[in-house]
């Protein structure tokens, strides 16, 4: 029983780790849209699709609304987005880019921040294990 409290035992600590150096490579990238990694999926959920709930967003980056809501006040107040209530559903709150979101998409460095995780998993993977890989990663 004691052998099953090992760290290397737990498949979530493995997961754990992997996000920490996942964030040591996106980080430097980040830094140069002044973004944090939530708000940079955050738009680029937005440049995919604009005009977006915020539960609709909160579905697709796996984020419960009292994550989000700070989140998206902050990409308001950098200029990068803007809240609206929906006219139909007062309730509802509506995330729109601002014209700075969407230059912020054509920005080089932009671009740059997706490509870094392929290039250095396909380093750390033999080419006959890729496909595989990449197929449970994304399960």
């Known amino acids: 029983m004691q052998d099953q409290l090992k760290l290397d035992n737990f498949i979530c600590f493995a997961?754990?780790?992997?996000?920490?150096?996942?964030?040591?490579?996106y980080k430097?990238?980040?830094d140069t849209l002044?973004?944090?990694?939530?708000?940079?999926?955050a738009m680029v959920s937005l440049w995919e699709q604009d005009g977006?709930?915020?539960?609709?967003?909160?579905?697709?980056?796996?984020?419960?609304?009292?994550t989000l809501t700070p989140?998206?006040?902050?990409l308001e107040t950098a200029g990068y987005v803007?809240?609206?209530?929906?006219?139909e559903d007062e309730r509802v709150v509506v995330i729109r880019l601002s014209e700075e979101g969407i230059r912020r998409r054509k920005r080089r460095s932009a671009s740059r921040v997706a490509s870094p995780l392929p290039a250095v998993a396909m380093q750390s993977t033999s080419p006959a294990s890729r496909p595989r890989s990449w197929r449970c990663v994304r399960r």
């Open 71 to 74: 989140l998206l006040k902050r």
């Open 28 to 30: 430097p990238l980040l």
């Open 82 to 87: 803007r809240r609206e209530r929906s006219r």
């Open 34 to 41: 002044g973004l944090t990694y939530p708000q940079y999926l």
């Open 52 to 66: 977006q709930t915020v539960g609709g967003l909160g579905e697709k980056l796996f984020l419960e609304s009292s």
């Open 15 to 25: 997961v754990y780790t992997a996000s920490h150096a996942l964030n040591r490579v």
